[in-house]
């Protein structure tokens, strides 16, 4: 016989199948979706229909909480189907407003970014395409004719895009008139056919609010893994190519493989290069009120793993960069919509005091985003790495330090910097306990007047 527990509180009413356990808030539901008002209203009629419903009551006079509890059975099957159905529409609800744009319902940034990673490290594509595009004359019509008429604008625009595209083919909404293509397809003269095909349809004209709207598309191309192995360099270059085809006279696609002054930079991690081992590990760090992912390369025999990798010469440290950067967005395209959790890129001195390693390549970096580096580290810094750090301030990065002797910290880097806090590891935890007691007034004092956090190993649950 299937049951539901109904839980009757001073204006809740909460109903809880007990075989899944699964606890529904009706209130919270009516607010959410006015229909779920008519779940209320039918559980309030079988409760007066169930006049052999065993009732228990338990009620406390001693405060002010008053609690009612009502255990019935047999509830109809189609209140509960009501009600799962009222929670899954919901929470797809979410899901839409956290991966597609509310305007054109295309997917959102967000959700490029994670299709783009997810294509990169598939084994199964091994080339595609990335056309990056814009709408040549939108910022007039939505200057002259209303943000109303721009608005339906893109979404003709978005509608037309999808049907000059393939069913393989992802596209999504970057934001204003800036869309994303990607194609599993490299091939020139295809590709060709399928930007033709684009430029065709967004260019023929818009009727709207009775007015006559002409606009067009250029476009840019960069390709998988001709023109670059990391996400962030085939954005880059296809948004270089994008802005070629305008500088061309707008309404054209331009591959960036044609731009006449493309700088070849040895970008990537050299294909016949033997890795084993080496790989991108996280830790959890937190406090009372925040949490850190932290990213960093790790080696199972190597205990820096990142020291010895900058020490392979065939591989070139612009690339090791680049790798870890592009691992740090990853990690950061998982967290949950709305998470204010940061992730953080650890990098090392030999790294910031090379040449080789240009602060450029962490290009656009999230307000989620920040570098770490321990103690020793910073210390060895040369004035190139301290000016590489500035630089990462100057982009909108804060600096994390991980603490080794916290009692021999030199509180200089405070001010010249724009350092969040520290990390501190169980063994500095408990090597900085047995200090004296002076010492760690000093150093509260100091972490309160530089208002900084401190995080800590996160327990394993």
């Not at 083919?169 to 095909?197: A, Y």
């Not at 331009?254 to 996280?282: A, C, I, W």
């Amino acid at each position: 016989m299937s049951a539901l527990e109904v839980l009757d509180f001073p204006d809740v009413i909460q109903v809880a199948p007990p075989v899944t356990g699964n606890l529904y808030n009706l209130n919270r539901l009516i607010e959410l979706c006015p229909d779920a008002m008519n779940v209320k209203n039918c559980l309030n009629e079988e409760r007066l229909q169930k006049s052999s419903a065993d009732l228990s009551f338990k009620r406390r006079q001693s405060d002010e909480v008053r609690s009612e509890e009502l255990a019935i059975s047999a509830f109809s099957h189609d209140t509960q189907s009501y009600i799962n159905h009222v929670v899954q529409q919901r929470s797809q609800s979410h899901y839409r407003q956290a991966h597609f744009d509310a305007l054109t319902h295309l997917p959102n940034r967000a959700h490029f970014q994670h299709k783009l990673h997810e294509t990169i490290l598939d084994s199964k594509q091994e080339e595609f395409a990335l056309l990056f595009l814009d709408l040549d004359g939108f910022k007039a019509v939505n200057d002259t004719c209303s943000h109303q008429v721009g608005d339906e604008l893109l979404q003709l625009v978005s509608a037309r895009l999808q049907s000059a595209v393939r069913e393989e083919d992802f596209i999504s909404r970057l934001g204003g008139d800036e869309f994303c293509i990607i194609v599993p397809e490299t091939h020139i003269e295809n590709l060709k056919v399928v930007c033709n095909r684009i430029i065709s349809e967004v260019s023929r004209a818009y009727w709207i609010d009775n007015q006559d709207i002409r606009i067009s598309t250029s476009i840019g191309i960069a390709l998988y893994p001709d023109d670059a192995k990391f996400a962030n360099d085939l954005i880059n270059y296809a948004d270089q190519a994008l802005y070629h085809s305008k500088a061309l006279g707008k309404k054209q696609a331009f591959f960036y493989q044609q731009l006449p002054n493309k700088v070849k930079e040895e970008d990537h991690l050299p294909e016949d290069m033997d890795l084993t081992g080496f790989k991108v590990t996280s830790q959890v760090w937190e406090n009372q009120t925040s949490s850190l992912l932290e990213v960093r390369a790790d080696h199972s025999a190597e205990k820096d793993a990142l020291k010895a990798l900058l020490e392979t010469d065939c591989i070139p440290k612009r690339a090791v960069g680049q790798w870890l950067w592009d691992s740090a967005q990853f990690y950061l395209d998982q967290l949950p919509a709305g998470k204010e959790d940061q992730v953080v890129l650890r990098l090392n001195a030999d790294l910031l005091n090379s040449e080789e390693f240009s602060a450029s390549i962490l290009s656009n970096p999230s307000e989620n985003m920040a570098v770490m580096l321990s103690q020793s580290e910073w210390e060895v810094l040369t004035n190139q790495g301290l000016d590489k750090l500035n630089t990462f301030n100057q982009m909108g990065l804060v600096l994390i330090c991980e603490l080794e002797t916290p009692w021999a910290l030199d509180w200089s880097m405070m001010e010249q910097f724009d350092v969040q806090g520290f990390v501190m590891p169980a063994e500095v935890t408990e090597a900085f306990a047995k200090q004296a007691t002076s010492i760690h007034t000093l150093f509260d004092m100091a972490v309160k007047n530089f208002n900084l956090d401190v995080w800590y190993p996160a327990v394993k649950s």
